[in-house]
C-alpha cells in the first residue's frame, strides 16, 4: 500500500477517527485505526465493539492496499509533521510514514484482524436537517444520566418518530428534557435509544452551516448516522425507559413568565459562595412579580432580585444549580413559562408559547434558614 495526501486533512480525519478506537480494552487491534486504500479514496475506520467511526478522503493512491496503525501514534506522528503532504507506505506490516525531510518506521498489524463493522439491513431509515438536529440534541442531552447511573438505559437519548413528528427525551433521574419537532417521515412509528457518547461524537461532527441532511438507518441492534463524509454506526441501549409523558405534572398552581438570561444571570450570581450543589441549594422565592434568589454558606450568603410576571400561589423552592441553570441554558427563547405545584413538586420550564420543549427539574428540599 502507498499513498499521498494532505498532511492537515489526514491528521483532522485521524483525531475524529480516535474517538472510537478503544481506550479501556488493550486489543492491539482495536487499539488501531484501519486504513484502507482503493483506486483514489482513503478509508480510516476506528472501532471498539461499541461504537465506530469510519470517514472516506479523496488521496492519491500509488498502490492499493490495508494495515492497522496504532492510532495513538498515528495521530502523535500527524500532529508534529510540518509538511504539507504525507506519505505512507506499507511492504507486509512494515510502515514508513515520510513528510518533508521527516520519515518515521513503525509497525502496523495485519488488517485481516480487525473485526467486521455491524451492519444495519432491512430498518428504518430517516433523513433530517443537520441544524434542526444538532439543536434538538443540545437542548436534551445535558439531562441524559453519566455512565456511573444506576439504570443503564438512561444514559442515551430517546428518540420517538411516529404521525410526522419526532421527540427526543433525555433522563437522569433528576431533570427532564423533552424536544419535540415535526419532521417528514412516512415510515412506520419507531423508537430507539442511542448512547449519550454516540450523540456526542455525533454533535460534534455536525455542520450547522451546511445544507446536507443527516441520514439515519435503525436495525435492531444498531444506528448509522451518515454525516457529512463520516459513518457513525453504534450500539442502541435495550431496557424500560420512563414513560414521559405521565411524568410530566398535569396540576400547577403557579406560572411564571420570565426574561431567560435576566433568570440565568440572577442564579449566576450565587456560584461564588456554593461550596456544593447538593449540600447548598439555591433558594428561589416566586412572588410580587419577582424572583428572588438566595444561598447560605461557609463561604458567605447571596441575595439577589429579577423581575418575573407571576401568576397564582407565593412559592418558595429549591434547586441544585447546576441542574436548573442547565435547564435555563438549553431553552432557546428570549423568554420561558415555569410552572410550579408547590415547593416539592418539579418545575416545568417551556417557551412562552407552544411545547417544543419542556424541561422538568426536580426541587431540593429546604432546610429553615436559620
Given at each position: 500500500m502507498k499513498f499521498t495526501c494532505n498532511t492537515k486533512e489526514l491528521n483532522v480525519a485521524c483525531n475524529n477517527v480516535i474517538k472510537a478506537v478503544s481506550s479501556k480494552v488493550t486489543i492491539p487491534t482495536i487499539e488501531g485505526i484501519l486504513i484502507e486504500c482503493g483506486s483514489d479514496t482513503l478509508s480510516l475506520t476506528g472501532y471498539d465493539f461499541e461504537f465506530g467511526i469510519n470517514t472516506i478522503l479523496s488521496v492519491d493512491v500509488i498502490e492499493a492496499g490495508a494495515i492497522i496503525i496504532n492510532a495513538?501514534?498515528?495521530?502523535?506522528?500527524?500532529?508534529?509533521?510540518?509538511?504539507?503532504?504525507?506519505?505512507?507506505?506499507?511492504?507486509?506490516?512494515?510502515?514508513?510514514?515520510?513528510?518533508?525531510?521527516?520519515?518515521?518506521?513503525?509497525t502496523g498489524i495485519d488488517a485481516d484482524d480487525y473485526p467486521e463493522l455491524p451492519s444495519v439491513n432491512g430498518g428504518q431509515n430517516l433523513e433530517l436537517n443537520q441544524k434542526l438536529l444538532?439543536?434538538?440534541?443540545?437542548?436534551?442531552?445535558?439531562?441524559?444520566?453519566?455512565?456511573?447511573?444506576?439504570?443503564?438505559?438512561?444514559?442515551?437519548?430517546?428518540?420517538?418518530?411516529?404521525?410526522?413528528?419526532?421527540?427526543?427525551?433525555?433522563?437522569?433521574?433528576?431533570?427532564?428534557?423533552?424536544?419535540?419537532?415535526?419532521?417528514?417521515?412516512?415510515?412506520?412509528?419507531?423508537?430507539?435509544?442511542?448512547?449519550?457518547?454516540?450523540?456526542?461524537?455525533?454533535?460534534?461532527?455536525?455542520?450547522?452551516?451546511?445544507?446536507?441532511?443527516?441520514?439515519?438507518?435503525?436495525?435492531?441492534?444498531?444506528?448509522?448516522?451518515?454525516?457529512?463524509?463520516?459513518?457513525?454506526?453504534?450500539?442502541?441501549?435495550?431496557?424500560?425507559?420512563?414513560?414521559?409523558?405521565?411524568?410530566?405534572?398535569?396540576?400547577?398552581?403557579t406560572t411564571v413568565l420570565i426574561n431567560t438570561n435576566d433568570a440565568i444571570t440572577c442564579i449566576d450570581r450565587t456560584l461564588p459562595v456554593i461550596e456544593n450543589n447538593q449540600k447548598n441549594p439555591i433558594r428561589c422565592l416566586f412572588d410580587n412579580d419577582q424572583l428572588r434568589v438566595s444561598t447560605v454558606s461557609s463561604l458567605g450568603r447571596v441575595i439577589d432580585y429579577?423581575?418575573?410576571?407571576?401568576?397564582?400561589?407565593?412559592?418558595?423552592?429549591?434547586?441544585?444549580?447546576?441542574?436548573?441553570m442547565e435547564a435555563l441554558n438549553a431553552a432557546d427563547t428570549d423568554e420561558v413559562r415555569i410552572e410550579l405545584a408547590g415547593p416539592v413538586s418539579p418545575v416545568k420550564i417551556m417557551p412562552i408559547e407552544g411545547e417544543s420543549f419542556l424541561f422538568l427539574v426536580l426541587p431540593v428540599r429546604l432546610k429553615n434558614e436559620n
Open positions: 495513538k501514534i498515528l495521530c502523535d506522528i500527524l500532529r508534529k509533521l510540518n509538511d504539507e503532504y504525507v506519505t505512507i507506505e506499507t511492504k507486509a506490516t512494515a510502515v514508513s510514514i515520510i513528510s518533508g525531510a521527516v520519515q518515521y518506521n513503525i444538532h439543536s434538538m440534541i443540545v437542548q436534551t442531552v445535558f439531562a441524559v444520566a453519566d455512565t456511573e447511573s444506576s439504570k443503564p438505559v438512561y444514559t442515551g437519548l430517546k428518540f420517538d418518530i411516529n404521525n410526522d413528528e419526532i421527540t427526543l427525551v433525555g433522563v437522569d433521574g433528576y431533570r427532564l428534557a423533552i424536544r419535540k419537532e415535526k419532521v417528514s417521515y412516512s415510515g412506520e412509528s419507531i423508537t430507539f435509544i442511542v448512547p449519550k457518547k454516540t450523540i456526542r461524537e455525533v454533535l460534534k461532527l455536525m455542520n450547522t452551516e451546511s445544507e446536507e441532511n443527516i441520514k439515519i438507518s435503525i436495525g435492531r441492534r444498531h444506528i448509522i448516522f451518515e454525516v457529512e463524509n463520516y459513518s457513525i454506526i453504534s450500539r442502541l441501549l435495550d431496557g424500560e425507559f420512563l414513560d414521559y409523558r405521565t411524568a410530566v405534572p398535569k396540576t400547577i398552581s429579577t423581575h418575573a410576571n407571576t401568576q397564582g400561589d407565593r412559592v418558595e423552592i429549591g434547586f441544585n444549580t447546576k441542574f436548573i
